[in-house]
């Protein structure tokens, strides 16, 4: 696999520059910004491998986008301002098909039809896709699996960050829908993402992440905002047996519902291998059950196994709590809660059914976390005629900064400074340091602008070994 070539200081080393726009030509043209392609495909088999940059103009590109190429040097496709480079498919098929590897597509808003968006396939390596719109028209087809996001099989070192990830699902949708998948995949890492769906439907299966099969994935630092019909994480290893979901880390993301729409449970494990669940924040009401987790072993597949929840928080202010979790606690080895925080509006945490309970917990702490109120959150939708996404924000990194204020607790909270560290990230939801951890994904700070650090640098993104994460 290729790594990403890095020049002096950890900066990725730059070539050429290249040109795409609506009105260029694919058989004339000669990639200059007198002579510009007319498609990103050309683009990517006409460059040379040494670290080239695509600059893509504004306009709408209704051609599907396909990238086979494994670059030797990193390649970057980027548009030349965010977001006004479009990127559609009306079609059946996903608007962009990404295969090889060792290159970045950034700044682009696609909108795939009611089949996909973009699609991650076979062999790819070593991409990542920053700071894009990923969205995705309403689904109204029977029968089907609809993905705004499909990253499958046999891919490695994936990248997704910085992005809002959002579709639509009709009442009239039968089949199953998932806002990003994930199956047969290694080192995959879903970082501080926007995530949020919404439903006129009431019984359609939408979870947020639908996993498939995977090893050392990485969920950390995201915001999913009113999700329907849930789980909100499925981890599955029924389409493949042979390949379940290993080592996972979910770290650091805020789960929040808003407008009463149903996102429970935030956690279903049907077969899954060393999964840690640590210092998240859920905010309901969720307005099903369980709320919290829920445990299935499938019928001839692999048990569960190593599955930890440290230092959450657990909240639902109304009091409309359902059961916490569901199990049987019996269809997983080695099951684990420790340290977090559990309320329901000030009444008792329920417990219907043969789950695992608060009693489990033996350091659970039951009390108001005094986190701030989530009346009027406005879905982040993208306005191109505005320029704008919902709540009035022009860059995601501003509406993850606005959103990732909700986890905030208040001064006084039982959350601050009672974390167990051993099973602690290093960092919170804004890649801050932790210091003396505070459960939650978001550290305790006095009032003041909200400051989540700057991207990670490439290096940093590449797959690493599990041994070598950064855990204490």
Known sequence: MP???????GAPQQGAVYFVAVNGSDETGDGSAERPWASITHAAEAIPDASAIVVVGDGTYKDVVLITRSYSSPVVFRAANPFRARLVNRSEGAAVNLFGGNFTLTGFHIRGSSLSAVIVGKGAHAIQIRDNILTLDEATDEGILTMVLSIQGDTTNIVVEGNTVDGLVSDEFLGWAALIHVGRSTGVWLHRNVIFGSSAATDIHQPA?????????????????????????????????????????????????VGGQRAAPVLAIEAARDLQFRANTVVGPLGAEPFALSLAA?????ANSNIGLYNNIFSDPTGAMGDLASGPVTSTLGLALGNNLYWNGG??????????????DPDAIVADPLLPATTGVIPPRWDPETGTFGGGHRTIREVFAALGELARTAPGSPAIDHADGEHMPLTD???????????????????????PTATATPAARIHLPWNGRETQ
């Open 429 to 451: 939801l804004f890649g801050r340091p932790r210091g003396s951890p505070d459960i939650g994904a978001l550290e305790y700070r006095p009032p003041g602008p909200p400051t």
């Open 298 to 302: 499938p019928l001839g597949g692999p």
């Open 209 to 257: 992440v639908l996993v498939a099969g995977s090893r050392d994935l990485v969920i950390d630092g995201n915001v999913f905002l009113g999700l329907t019909a849930g789980p909100v994480l499925r981890f599955s290893a029924i389409d493949a047996p042979d390949f379940p979901p290993t080592n996972t880390h979910v770290d650091n993301n805020l789960f929040l519902a």
């Open 347 to 360: 009444a008792p945490i329920p417990n219907f059914g043969d789950g695992p309970t608060v009693a489990d």
């Open 3 to 9: 790594a990403i070539a890095l020049g002096a200081g």
